[in-house]
């Protein structure tokens, strides 16, 4: 019988057992499209290697497996939400309760507050708004300076070069 290594995700600097889901979605839109030949997925996918884009496959091979098993086994997202509610109404703690709270808020996307006199403006009329309360900047009217600036002499050299591509310029653009 063949020992198999387990699949394992961590950060790092390597991408060997990185979770990459980004290229996996990037692999599988290639393949939707109908390109099959290893070398354009690694192409399209945006991996190094054509052993990458094996790896890749296999992890979305055990992404698939992991979420038939989770649907066989009645992990969803209405086991989950139910949980959570199941848990938030016996909890006889009301610091328990209120995370639980808290975690449905936050999955609707309603865990922060924004105040009530910005709700009914889209961010183009904020921006306007605000530009118009800004107070007018003090105009600049002359600068002081305590040096004098010293222009460094042009090399002939360069003259007679400025002085060439200035001709070949006017001959170009002449009107």
């Known amino acids: 019988m063949k020992?198999?290594?387990p699949?394992?995700?961590?950060q790092g600097d390597r991408d060997f057992y990185r979770d990459n889901k980004y290229n996996q979605n990037l692999l599988i839109k290639a393949m939707s499209e109908g390109i099959t030949s290893p070398a354009e997925l690694r192409d399209a996918s945006g991996l190094k290697t054509i052993p990458d884009v094996y790896r890749t496959l296999d992890k979305l091979t055990?992404?698939?497996?992991?979420?038939?098993?989770?649907?066989?086994?009645?992990?969803?997202?209405?086991?989950?939400?139910?949980g959570i509610k199941e848990i938030t109404e016996k909890a006889s703690k009301s610091a328990t309760r209120l995370?639980?709270?808290?975690?449905?808020?936050?999955?609707l996307g309603?865990?922060?507050?924004?105040?009530?006199?910005?709700?009914?403006?889209n961010w183009e009329e904020l921006?306007?708004?605000?530009?118009?309360?800004?107070k007018p900047k003090e105009e600049i009217t002359q600068i002081k300076t305590?040096?004098?600036?010293?222009?460094p002499p042009t090399p002939s050299i360069d003259?007679?070069?400025q002085e060439d591509e200035k001709e070949v310029a006017e001959q170009l653009y002449a009107n």
Not at 7 to 10: D, G, H, L, T, Y
Not at 110 to 121: N, Q, R
């Open 3 to 5: 020992k198999l290594k």
């Open 7 to 10: 699949v394992v995700f961590i």
């Open 62 to 82: 055990l992404r698939k497996d992991y979420h038939d098993a989770l649907v066989k086994n009645g992990v969803d997202l209405d086991f989950i939400v139910s």
């Open 99 to 107: 995370k639980g709270y808290e975690i449905l808020l936050k999955s």
């Open 110 to 121: 309603l865990d922060k507050y924004e105040s009530a006199e910005d709700s009914g403006k």
């Open 127 to 134: 921006i306007i708004e605000a530009s118009e309360n800004e």
């Open 146 to 151: 305590d040096y004098e600036v010293i222009v």
């Open 159 to 161: 003259k007679k070069r």
